[in-house]
């Protein structure tokens, strides 16, 4: 049995045992849907583990309302170990399988497809247009980058993500013991989709997460407000922007008060806040309640999304000078860089995270439980 097999085993083991004592206590039960879940099983097996490490949002609430948190003899340490399960579900997950080592080397690989996107980029934007073209003035960014080949990238890399949101999505699904045909339950999805969009347990009850401090405070759920909705508003931007150019016509550049600016500058600058506060907060915390290997790949995608976003403002900023060409390179390959990394990621909780949701509000419903809860029938 290989290492990584055997600290799976250990740590669902380990799980359990906390979780046991959790379920006999209940004093954290309102903090996040974890309680909620816990209540509707009698026993624990790997999959309710993986799913409830999903379900719990960092928050880190129940370690410091535990009389039980190390160094009490028992050693609760809920945040860490749902941690290290999420990291590990990372790996389990990934396909292909020989590519699962990707996160557990997250600087590397980044810097690795970084290099390579810049290359690729500047040897495209050498050959189409000549060395000048990253430093010289050009009316418009398809002068750098011809526009077939930013199309066809950006249509490749949704496809890419897309295709392997589905693979790695199902794969995460079956592991928690969802089942296909429930996938679509419109209730369920509604109400994941709003707890998604209002960032409902960020607010652990009323208490607010005691993240990164011991004190309880809704600045995580902002920052993390201002990240989602930022990269919400870049996405709409993008979206204009392809809608103008195929549907309409109307080509970049696009006057400062137009659709794709607004959203694209409001994106910007929200994801600016959001990974600044998150990487502040991500300083100051207690490594202590965290894995790792999950902290490296954190920390890489919002270092991204960050650089991706004073790079795209600043290719807006300069698009008049002669610096455009070489910064939107450089802009782009960070936006490559992140996408080609999306299924090896951090970015990948987005997916597994709504996944678990979608599956406590099918058992909430009565559906798919395991363990029926008082009251409710089991489908
Ligand atoms: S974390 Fe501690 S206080 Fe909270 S439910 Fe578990 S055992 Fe009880
Ligand atoms: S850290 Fe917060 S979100 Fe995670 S299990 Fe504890 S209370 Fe729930």
Known sequence: MSEAVTSFIRNIEESERQYRICNACRHCEGFCPVWDAMERRNFFDAGDIKFFSYLCHDCR??????????PHEFGLNIPKLNSTIRYQIHSENTWPKAASGIMNR???????????????????????????????????????????IMDDAGLALGFYILGMWIIQGLSYWKSIGGRKRHLF????NVISMYEVFSHKWFKAGELGCDYPRETGTRTRMFFHGAMFFGFISAFIATMIAAYLQRFIGVNPPYSYISGPVFFGVLGGALMIIGGSGF??????????????????????????????SITGLATLAIRAT???????????????????????GKMNHIIFRYLSLLKNNLEAGGIGVKMPAPGAESS
């Open 106 to 148: 997250s600087y590397l690989s980044g810097a690795i497809v970084f290099l390579a996107s810049l290359m690729v980029l500047g040897a495209i934007a050498i050959s189409t247009n000549g060395y000048l073209s990253l430093f010289s003035y050009h009316s418009t960014f398809y002068d750098v980058i011809p526009y077939n």
């Open 322 to 344: 002669s610096f455009m060409g070489l910064i939107l390179v450089i802009h782009l390959s960070l936006v490559g860089t992140l996408f080609a990394m999306v299924p090896f």
């Open 61 to 70: 609430d129940c370690f410091y309302a535990c009389p039980y948190s190390e």
């Open 279 to 308: 990487l502040y907060m991500k300083r100051i915390s207690d490594k202590q309640k965290a894995d790792n290997r999950m902290l490296k790949a954190d920390y890489l995608v919002i270092y991204l999304l960050v650089l991706i």
């Open 185 to 188: 339950n419109i209730r369920a």
